[in-house]
């Protein structure tokens, strides 16, 4: 099993661009979680989804954010357009009901 | 709403003493209950878990924790720590009833081994 697959694992981006964030789940898993990881807040959930319908966004921090899983093997995270303060470390993680949840490796993004 | 209180947020501990990294929550009713950590640069890899049963569990590397209801604190502990343990630990929680919802994080505890 190669876990959960993040790309890019870093990216430099100019404020006002689109930003996409890619996740494959672990196979079978039914679950999916982005997280965003930051000195000053710790570990965020932004957005989750079961069975590739989201079922709470409320932690996405505003309008800008969006994500999609248009399939159980896919999921985008995009920022349009993208902040200074957006820069963090997104993480995307799997689970089944009640099992562990496994994180992928995280993209690293820095807007400037 | 539920939170984790990690209190420490430095540890200092030499090579080859003994850890414990504290974690309380605040719920409603018992959640289940994670401790991940996370090396710099890395992701959160999964060292334990509870979700019901005996109130010890054993994790990987080495590391146990124990549930205690009365104090609604799920500690980490290890016997004996080596250099590579050095890395960032945060407990978890996640509703235990019905449906599964994000974990919710403490703020983490940074672990330090002095040689």
């Known amino acids: 099993d190669a876990g959960v697959i993040q790309s890019p694992r870093h990216e430099v981006t100019e404020m006002g661009q689109e930003v996409t964030l890619r996740c494959k789940p672990i196979?079978?898993?039914?679950?999916l979680f982005w997280y965003r990881q930051t000195m000053m807040r710790g570990l965020e959930l932004l957005i989750y989804?079961?069975?590739?319908?989201?079922?709470?966004d409320s932690g996405m921090p505003e309008d800008r954010f969006s994500a999609k899983m248009p399939n159980a093997s896919f999921s985008t995270l995009k920022i349009q357009p993208s902040e200074p303060r957006d820069s963090a470390v997104y993480f995307c993680?799997?689970?089944?009901?009640?099992?562990?949840?496994?994180f992928g490796s995280g993209t690293r993004l820095t807007v400037v | 709403a539920q939170s984790v209180t990690q209190p420490d947020i430095h540890i200092t501990v030499s090579e080859g003493a003994s850890l414990e990294l504290r974690c309380n929550y605040s719920?409603?009713?018992?959640?289940?209950l994670f401790w991940y950590v996370q090396s710099p640069g890395q992701g959160l890899q999964l060292l334990l878990k509870?979700?019901?049963?005996?109130?010890l569990v054993q994790g990987i590397k080495g590391f146990e924790a124990e549930f205690k209801r009365s104090q609604s604190s799920f500690n980490l502990r290890k016997p004996s720590v080596h250099w590579s343990d050095a890395a960032e630990y945060f407990c978890?929680?996640?509703?235990?009833?019905?449906?599964?919802?994000?974990?919710?994080f403490g703020k983490g505890t940074h672990l330090i081994i002095q040689p």
């Open positions: 993680a799997s689970s089944l009901l009640r099992g562990g949840y496994t």
């Open positions: 196979s079978g898993h039914d679950y």
């Open positions: 989804f079961n069975n590739n319908v989201p079922i709470d």
């Open positions: 719920y409603g009713a018992t959640p289940y």
């Open positions: 509870y979700f019901s049963g005996d109130t």
């Open positions: 978890a929680v996640v509703p235990s009833g019905g449906g599964a919802d994000g974990l919710t």
